[in-house]
């Protein structure tokens, strides 16, 4: 079941219907070069990110370090195929923004992405992040292996403690294996290195995530 079955939205409007094709997203990355699309460099691994608006979310990954091969914006979690960022932001998909994160064990470990994931943005404000509204906007991680799922979900409760002792709510993240990744316009590719002084609507909880290099 998607986020967008368990909001009821087919029963409302009905979906967006599917597009026959993909969007034009581009071939290269605006930062190091890498191209955006596989195949990737072998023993690579790879991760979807929803934290709110994806423009601020890729810069802080690919800031990450060498270990990250290359990002891209997208959309995944919904049921439309090849969506656009206007049908996404109708809510008629049930998509999250999301960041595609390719990278290089052990030159970056799962953890320490996880904890920029988690630092990064307030997990527990549902279908927000900010002053961001709509479901486009929640926070979630789909994963691409049993051993993510995993760690992800171990994260998960264990910034959850940290959190309930400094008094703050409840992670609403979502957590699933397997879901399909649509790149995003081109015009969304590494938007905030296209333009610097861009938007970028991302704020944490200023609580620290003990995982990777906080270990």
């Not at 995003?184 to 970028?200: D, T």
Request: proline content about 7%; charged content about 15%; overall charge negative.
């Amino acid at each position: 079941m998607t986020i967008f079955d368990e909001l009821g939205l087919s029963k409302l409007l009905g979906p967006i219907p599917d597009h026959a094709t993909p969007v034009a997203h581009g071939k290269r990355h605006f930062v190091n070069g890498h191209p955006l699309d596989p195949p990737f460099p072998l023993g690579s691994e790879q991760v979807l990110f929803g934290m709110g608006c994806f423009w601020g979310a890729e810069r802080k990954f690919w800031q990450a370090g060498e270990g990250v091969y290359v990002t891209a914006v997208g959309y995944a979690g919904g049921v439309t195929k090849n969506p656009t960022y206007d049908d996404v932001c109708s809510g008629r998909t049930g998509h999250a923004e999301v960041v595609l994160v390719v990278y290089q064990p052990p030159a970056i470990a799962f953890d320490d992405l996880l904890r920029i994931f988690w630092e990064g943005h307030d997990p527990t404000q549902g279908m927000r992040q900010g002053n961001d509204f709509g479901t486009q906007y929640r926070s979630a991680i789909y994963v691409s292996t049993p051993e993510q799922l995993a760690a992800a979900n171990e994260s998960r409760a264990m910034y959850q403690r940290v959190l309930t002792g400094a008094h703050l709510g409840d992670i609403t993240t979502e957590i699933t294996e397997g879901r399909p990744f649509y790149y995003a316009e081109e015009y969304h590719q590494q938007y905030l290195a296209k333009n610097p002084g861009g938007y970028c609507g991302l704020g944490g909880t200023g609580i620290a995530c003990p995982l990777g290099s906080c270990d």
